[in-house]
């Protein structure tokens, strides 16, 4: 065991990390590990004692000993992965109290509106992106199963046939004839010994890209979610902004033709006339606007659900979908529920995987080949004795000069190994600031809403008041208009900010890595 603790620290010495890991448990090596970090060794040695006496002191058989270790219980360049410490917040800040409460997977449901449901229930099954994240899926699956059949023997079959003539230039030998014939059938194998987790670590890294192509898709159901619900809100919000344009374009052409009896009798004044009539205007003008934005959304909606441009059944109004309580949970737990965190983390293992296959090339691979069949000149021998055919070999490569293209290999997957850790580290910021946004968003829109609520009722008060003192000739026109007008702007502005609170609940969902399935 000393000459194996000198090698593997040796090998820590050149390469920097090393790991064996043995099958054998409490009956055998309890475990042998190496490491080294920016020069400083760690790690230690704890073998079983009971195995000392299991390899002898001289000879080849510490040779054979060696290879057993290192082809059994499988020795693996390269530290492990283990998951950065990340520094996350106790709380949130714009919460008071626990959070504890986790997501609704079908989070939508909680608007209470089941045409929404269902738009995203299509959605989900025919959106092209979706089809399209299935199918990088899959592929990461069919490139981890050719990644892992390099860890088997890999078993071929051949069979030939033929007929050749030698010159006639040529002495032959008494009895043997210028044409022959020739057929064979063999059996062949081959097989690398994974000694140093070359191959493995190779599996590990396609591994990890299968799981972060996996929360990639659920990244993009997340995303196509929330994009319906937005899409529809918006749309029903246009839908809304255009029955107050056509109301007010109504009461507006209702004065103007009050308006113009009373100028025609020579009771006001063609200002006032002229500004009745421009106001109308503006209300006719708004209805076409919102017509087209609503065509519009319709159409961006369609494409969503993976569908041609058609008309979209309606649901709920904004005003009608129910508000629910968002659950948001502790910040702790962005970590295992935002799908484009945990994506960040897989391809941040499958980067650390990489670095330990490109120090294992440093070391020699050895493989084994072996070849069984048949070859005679008539197929009636075949099943004879001496038409038998058999090889067996080993081969030995090491790299000795490869003018630091190894070590250049080296380096390129230690800065990606880095590029993914900034990335991972950088997504849980994103994380948490989207939170936080939505959060902040969700609470001063309410507060909005409030103080918008409460201009709309003074403005429909003012309006009465304004009517009834120009019908009673204490006021001009133009006092009327001007409260229509600011009723108007703000029954818009008030259906913008329903809007803008649903579209913030949204948010925080999708934020809080909501209404994904693991």
Known sequence: MSRLAALLSKIDQILGVVRITSPFGKGGLRGISFGR???KSFGKISPNPSLRHAF????????????????????MIGADYRRPDVTVPPGWRMINGDATAVINEQWWSQFNDPQ????????????????????RVEEARALLAISRA???????????????????GTIPLPGVSLTNNFYSAVLDASFELDLWGRLRRATEAARGVVLSTEYAAQVVRLALVSQVAQSYFDLRNLDLQLDIARGTLASREEALRLVTKRFEGGVVSELDFRQAESEA??????????EQQIVQRENELSILLGRNPEDITRGRGVFESAIPEVP???????????????AAEESLVAANARVGAARAAYFPRLSLTGLL????????????????VWQIAGGLTAPIFTAGRLGAEVE??????????YDYLRTIQTGLREVEDSLIATRKIREQQAAQDRQVQALQRTLRLATLRYENGYSSFLEVLDAQRSLFSAELQQVQLQRARLGAIVNLYKALGGGWVP
Do not use: H
Request: aromatic fraction near 2%; include cysteine.
């Open 37 to 39: 970090l920016r020069g």
């Open 56 to 75: 002898p002191k001289r000879g080849i058989g510490n040779g054979v000993a060696l290879l057993s270790v290192l082809g059994i219980s499988g020795c």
């Open 116 to 135: 929404l449901d269902r738009l995203i229930e299509i959605a989900l099954a025919e959106n092209l992106d979706v089809a399209s994240a299935v199918a």
């Open 150 to 168: 390099a860890l088997f023997p890999q078993v071929g079959a051949s069979a030939d046939a033929g007929r050749s003539r030698s010159s006639a």
């Open 281 to 290: 205007a503006v209300a006719a003008a708004a209805v076409p606007n919102l």
């Open 328 to 342: 948001v949970g502790l910040p702790s737990t962005l970590l295992v529920r935002r799908p484009d965190i945990l």
């Open 373 to 388: 069949g048949v070859e005679s000149t008539e197929l009636s021998d075949w099943f004879n004795s001496g038409s038998r």
């Open 412 to 421: 390129t997957a230690t800065a990606q190994q880095q590029q993914a850790l």
